[in-house]
């Protein structure tokens, strides 16, 4: 991957030019996993992902969900909320397996509080589509796969979601995971 000045990576990720928009994501990528390197970037958005379509490569994605949880060098800072505003957009938007699965561990890893949060920005972000309906299945079955108190948050914000046909395909396709005992209703 030829090396970019920081300013050219800054114009490509901001030029919504597809080809510009991947090469700048997997180059900032590639430059935090490889080598650790940061420059000063502008926080993240979904919105640099729509120059990309209704369905970036996996690995766009995956660029993107490396830089949303590695990266340190935004100005302004992203907090864990914020990054957990993105992460479940970005499963919302996509409904990939692999970045749902990804965005699971990585919220298990983070503690209990960047669950409930995602779990409660679940509910709150409402299932427009037939990708968000997907990305919800996804994301919610990862999480029941999680500890004891991760598996009683996420069992207890199914049973919290809002009535709707969107909400009760979600529950329909976690149901044949639960537990005796576990109910939704």
Request: charge should be negative.
């Amino acid at each position: 991957m030829p090396f970019k000045e920081p300013e050219e990576l800054l114009r490509d990720l901001q030029s919504e030019d597809p080809s510009r928009v991947t090469e700048a994501l997997a180059g900032l990528a590639h430059s935090l996993d490889s080598f650790g390197w940061e420059i000063s970037l502008p926080s993240l958005s979904l919105d640099v992902l729509a120059p990309l379509g209704a369905k970036p490569s996996r690995q766009v994605q995956e660029n993107f969900f490396s830089l949303v949880t590695g990266y340190l060098e935004f100005d302004p800072p992203l907090t864990d909320e914020a990054r957990v505003v993105l992460l479940v957009g970005l499963c919302l938007r996509y409904a990939d397996p692999y970045i749902a699965l990804q965005t699971a561990l990585w919220l298990k890893g983070r503690g209990l509080p960047l669950v409930a949060q995602a779990l409660n920005e679940l509910a709150r972000h409402g299932l427009k589509g037939p990708a968000a309906v997907r990305g919800a299945q996804l994301l919610f079955s990862s999480l029941l796969d999680g500890s004891a108190e991760v598996r009683r948050l996420t069992v207890a914000a199914l049973r919290d979601l809002p009535e709707s046909a969107s909400y009760e395909q979600v529950r329909s396709y976690v149901r044949p995971q639960l537990e005796a005992g576990e109910q939704l209703t």
